[in-house]
């Protein structure tokens, strides 16, 4: 039987409790050197949401202080943020 894992929130370091705090807001990030991870975006409005996020990822293409490019899909901001690309 597979354990269930518990999620992680950007910014914590590997085997942190999740620390999720009660009345944040948190998308999934899917795909890429982040995949699984939360991301706190309690206060984002739509069109912070529409713009994504480049967070650092020290695991992708550009190494340590590389950026992973996350995104929502077009017309889901709600939904997950999704893995589009490595940048410097």
């Not at 269930?4 to 807001?25: C, D, I, K, N, Q």
């Not at 975006?41 to 069109?47: D, H, K, Q």
């Not at 996350?70 to 490595?86: Q, S």
């Amino acid at each position: 039987m597979e354990r269930e894992r518990e999620p992680r929130v950007y910014g914590s370091e590997p085997g942190e409790p999740a620390g999720l705090t009660v009345g944040h807001e948190y998308v999934e990030l899917v795909g890429g050197p982040l995949d699984g991870q939360l991301l706190d975006v309690t206060g984002w409005t739509a069109a912070d949401r529409a713009g994504g996020a480049l967070l650092i990822a020290d695991l992708g293409l550009y190494g340590p202080g590389g950026r992973a490019d996350y995104a929502p899909d077009d017309d889901d901001v709600g939904g997950p943020f999704r893995w589009r690309g490595d940048t410097a």
